[in-house]
Structures are given as structure tokens and as C-alpha cells.
T-cell receptor, first 113, second 113 residues
Framework: SQKIEQNSEALNIQEGKTATLTCNYT??????LQWYRQDPGRGPVFLLL???NEKEKRKERLKVTFDTTLKQSLFHITASQPADSATYLC????????????WGLGTSLAVNP | NAGVTQTPKFQVLKTGQSMTLQCAQD?????MYWYRQDPGMGLRLIYY???????DKGEVPNGYNVSRLNKREFSLRLESAAPSQTSVYFC????????????FGPGTRLLVL
């Protein structure tokens, strides 16, 4: 079955630095890969989506890369801020219709002032 | 717009009791979803409804039933709650189709004693 692995340990970085989070997957190649943010006690909030034929996607301080050969996506937050502290989830859309997403466990990010 | 709303926010049940979790969205979305989120397991799809009048099983449907009452509302019912159903339940919705991300509600925290 499809397996997703994200950084298992929490990531602590200094304000202003770039945070890099990893999402690795096995077996099938997803049509799309999505990144969400989740704050404690709240539901996930969509951040970025990247398609299998895209190498990179950017939105403001966020950048996502997608390497289907390595079966890996990297999520970068540049010029990080304490407000970026949250758990970040990656989700794979296997069949491309966004109905059955397979979710990673998430990586907890703490940005220290 | 309120987005996706869920009731109740918290609930404590005794084993064997029944309850219905309510979800409503005001974004005119076709598809709606129920997930559960557990530590170490990530988000797992329980049921989804691609459109009004249709429902399909997800990854972990056992012990649950759903009703798509109309386009706005999608309820999740536990007929005989078990301690293994202690979890945080999220409802989500989207237009459905490629690149249509899911919008999540705030969640219902359920404890089954």
C-alpha cells in the first residue's frame, strides 16, 4: 500500500531562517501532492498543490518541489516567522480526482524568535 | 461565509451509546468527507460523498454510517460507540476534481469511555 513519511522529529529553527520539510512516499506515483498547515485544535488548511509534471511551485514565502524519480517533495518556508509554527501535512492524490487523499503524519515546526 | 461547520465541538460517550456528528458547508461544494485523526495514524478517510445522494466507503468505515441529507449537510453516525472510536473527527468539502483542494471544519473531539 501507499506509504508516506514526513520528518518524524519536530523541526526547530531560528526566525529568519529557511525551514525545509520533507515528504517521501513509496509505491505509486501520485497525480498531485498537497501541503496543508494544521494548528493545534484546528482542522488542516490548504497551502500549496503541485502536479506530477511540475518541478516547483511558489506562493509568497512558500515553495514546494516535487521529484517523482526520488518520490519526494520538499516544502520550504523562507524568512520564517514565529507565526509559521504549526504542523505541516503532506497528502497524496493518487487518482487525480482529489477524493481519496493519503496523508502523512505531519512535521511539527517551531520557529523561535 | 462560515465555511465548514461541525457540531458538537466535544463529546463524551459511554461504550454502546450512539451519537450523530453534524457537518454543514455553505460553499456550494459537491463533495464532502469525514476523516478521523489519531496520534501516530494521521488523517484517515471514513466515508465520502461525491454528490448529493451518494456515499462511498473510505479507508476505515467499520462502525460508522453516514447520511448526505442535502448538498449542504453530511452527518456521521456512531450506532454503538466503542473506545477505539475515541478520536478527533474532521469534516471536509470541495468542488471535487483535480486541483480542488479540501476545506476542513474545526473538528469534533470524541471520547468514548
Amino acid at each position: 500500500s501507499q506509504k508516506i513519511e514526513q520528518n518524524s522529529e519536530a523541526l526547530n529553527i531560528q526566525e529568519g531562517k529557511t525551514a525545509t520539510l520533507t515528504c517521501n512516499y513509496t509505491n505509486y506515483s501520485p497525480a498531485y501532492l498537497q501541503w496543508y498547515r494544521q494548528d493545534p485544535g484546528r482542522g488542516p488548511v490548504f497551502l500549496l498543490l503541485i502536479r506530477e509534471n511540475e518541478k516547483e511551485k511558489r506562493k509568497e514565502r512558500l515553495k514546494v518541489t516535487f521529484d517523482t524519480t526520488l518520490k519526494q517533495s520538499l516544502f520550504h518556508i523562507t524568512a520564517s516567522q514565529p507565526a509559521d509554527s504549526a504542523t505541516y501535512l503532506c497528502a497524496l492524490d493518487i487518482d487525480g480526482n482529489n477524493r481519496k487523499l493519503i496523508w502523512g503524519l505531519g512535521t511539527s515546526l517551531a520557529v523561535n524568535p | 461565509n462560515a465555511g465548514v461547520t461541525q457540531t458538537p465541538k466535544f463529546q463524551v460517550l459511554k461504550t454502546g451509546q450512539s451519537m450523530t456528528l453534524q457537518c454543514a458547508q455553505d460553499m456550494n461544494h459537491n463533495s464532502m468527507y469525514w476523516y478521523r485523526q489519531d496520534p501516530g495514524m494521521g488523517l484517515r478517510l471514513i466515508y465520502y460523498s461525491a454528490s448529493e445522494g451518494t456515499t462511498d466507503k473510505g479507508e476505515v468505515p467499520n462502525g460508522y454510517n453516514v447520511s448526505r441529507l442535502n448538498k449542504r449537510e453530511f452527518s456521521l453516525r456512531l450506532e454503538s460507540a466503542a473506545p477505539s472510536q475515541t478520536s478527533v473527527y474532521f469534516c471536509a468539502s470541495n468542488v471535487a476534481g483535480a486541483q480542488e483542494t479540501q476545506y476542513f471544519g474545526p473538528g469534533t473531539r470524541l471520547l468514548v469511555l
